[in-house]
């Protein structure tokens, strides 16, 4: 009975104290990323609830068993099963604008019991009616946009602390491959950014030990482009470090974090 009424309050919208956001969540069992019949009812509701909705978070999570890299995997795969479930059913690719796998590293308790590892094993879903940033394309498009410029990439996301893009990158890569392509004066730098540090310094890549996070996650657009058929010529890329945030350190939520850790290509000319 206490068991079920914990799930019964986990799974009230839990947002509502952000103004013109919908909230819930749903569950996963230990060790799968595969959506439960519970699960698809939730989603059910949920997809009726946002429907006119235009930016939706989803933010995956984990119990404390297992390592670090196993749990981000698992998060990650949560995340994509609900994004493919909710495109199945209606919801626009573009409405997507942060996807995101914490692994275990953000628990909301102590993961001390049953019931905790279980409220743990999770995707949130936020929707706002926030307004989607154009792509690249069309942003390209407008004369106001000159050398010079800078655009944000928006959902470029990586794994956490590292520098391999996870998949809700690659519409957002394919649009900026398919502006160079059509654009064939357009030369570009591509900046990297992080958050949550202080300071003139760059963030540790954990898959390779060196402390360049950002000019690792610009090098792997610039990578994607050249292996993609875009001149090296055209591209160059930077790490930014934290030099230039939105949001000034410490950030106050995920909000400032997300846009604080992006991607942005200036545009040296066109």
């Not at 919908?22 to 939730?42: C, E, S």
């Not at 570009?188 to 958050?195: L, T």
């Not at 898959?207 to 160059?236: D, F, H, M, P, Q």
């Amino acid at each position: 009975m206490k068991l079920t009424l914990l799930y019964a309050l986990l799974l009230l919208p839990f947002f509502a104290a952000a103004q013109n956001e919908i909230g819930t969540a749903v569950y996963f069992d230990f060790n799968k990323h595969q959506l439960t019949p519970a699960a698809k009812a939730t989603l059910d509701s949920f997809i009726n609830t946002a429907a006119g909705q235009s930016a939706i978070e989803l933010r995956g999570y984990c119990d404390a068993i297992g390592n670090n890299a196993y749990n981000d995997r698992l998060s990650v795969q949560r995340v994509q099963a609900v994004k493919k479930y909710l495109l199945q059913n209606k919801l626009q690719l573009a409405a997507f604008n942060i996807t995101k796998g914490y692994g275990k590293r953000k628990p909301v308790n102590n993961n001390s019991t049953a019931a905790e590892r279980q409220a743990n094993r999770r995707v949130d879903i936020l929707v706002s009616s926030a307004i989607v940033t154009e792509n690249v394309s069309t942003q390209l498009q407008d004369t106001a946009v000159k050398a010079g410029s800078n655009i944000v990439l928006q959902n470029i996301n990586f794994i956490g602390a590292r520098h391999q893009l996870l998949p809700e990158s690659y519409p957002v890569l394919k649009d900026l491959l398919g502006a160079l392509k059509k654009n064939k004066n357009l030369v570009i730098q591509i900046q990297g950014h992080i958050c949550c540090l202080p300071g003139d310094v760059d963030g540790l890549d954990e898959e390779t030990g060196l402390n360049n996070l950002s000019e690792a996650r610009a090098k792997a657009v610039w990578e994607y482009l050249v292996k993609n058929g875009i001149a090296a010529t055209r591209l160059s890329y930077i790490g930014v470090g934290h030099n230039q945030p939105l949001y000034a350190y410490p950030e106050k939520n995920d909000t400032e974090a997300k846009l604080n850790r992006r991607v942005e290509i200036k545009i040296i000319s066109k």
